[in-house]
């Protein structure tokens, strides 16, 4: 497991902070979630910051916190559902580290999802087809990054961090020195 940052990447609700937790502790490679780490940066939760700067500037906010995760060394990374959709990010994920791409249903997201009020993407009168747009635009990003996919749909976490654990071995594996 010679890679130095691990990134998870999904759509909103496949697990990708929840797994990215467990799976550091699995690897013994400390944990950051870029969302988390724009709220304690600028001390501002994320709807607010959808609010007064609008999605822009939280992708502006999100792109500096990875460029700087990405610098802080070996670490398992939960990025945000959209991280994915800016070039630099894409191009920065690819380039530094091991690509986990966390596939679920937009029934999955949105039995996951319901109750949350912290995703201002989602707090529309028709959530389901809000997830199936951004599915349709986002999916083909997710898949164009991945060294590894791994379906949340039917497994539970510990389930979900042994297969990319399983995954992770092989793929280096099958790396040539
Ligand atoms: N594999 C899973 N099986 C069941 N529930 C899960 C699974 N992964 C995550 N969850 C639950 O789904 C919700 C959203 O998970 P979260 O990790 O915040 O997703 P993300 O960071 O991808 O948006 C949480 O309540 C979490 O406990
Ligand atoms: O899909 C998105 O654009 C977003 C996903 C959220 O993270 P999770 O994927 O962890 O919910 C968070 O970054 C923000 O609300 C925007
Ligand atoms: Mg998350």
């Known amino acids: 497991m010679t890679q130095p940052v691990i990134f998870l990447v999904g759509p ?3 697990g990708k902070s929840t797994i990215g937790r467990l799976l550091s502790k699995e690897l013994s490679i400390p944990f950051k979630d870029s969302d988390h780490e724009i709220e304690a940066r600028s001390g501002a939760d994320i709807p607010w910051i959808f609010d007064v700067e609008g999605e822009e500037g939280f992708r ?11 610098e802080a060394g070996p670490l398992v990374i939960a990025t945000g559902g959209g991280a994915i959709l800016l070039e630099e990010n894409r191009r920065l994920m690819v380039g530094s580290g091991t690509v986990v791409y966390l596939e679920t249903s937009v029934e999955q997201q949105l ?64 790396k040539p020195d």
Request: net charge positive; aromatic share 2%.
């Open 12 to 14: 909103m609700g496949a």
């Open 60 to 70: 502006r906010r999100e792109s500096a916190v990875i460029q700087q995760l990405v």
């Open 111 to 174: 039995s996951r999802t319901a109750r949350d009020r912290k995703r201002p993407l989602l707090q529309t009168a028709d959530p389901r087809k809000t997830l199936t747009d951004l599915m349709g635009i986002r999916e083909p990003l997710y898949q164009q990054i991945a060294d590894i996919t791994v379906s949340t749909e039917n497994s539970n976490p510990r389930m979900v961090v042994q297969e990319i654990v399983d995954q992770l071995r092989a793929t280096v594996l099958k």
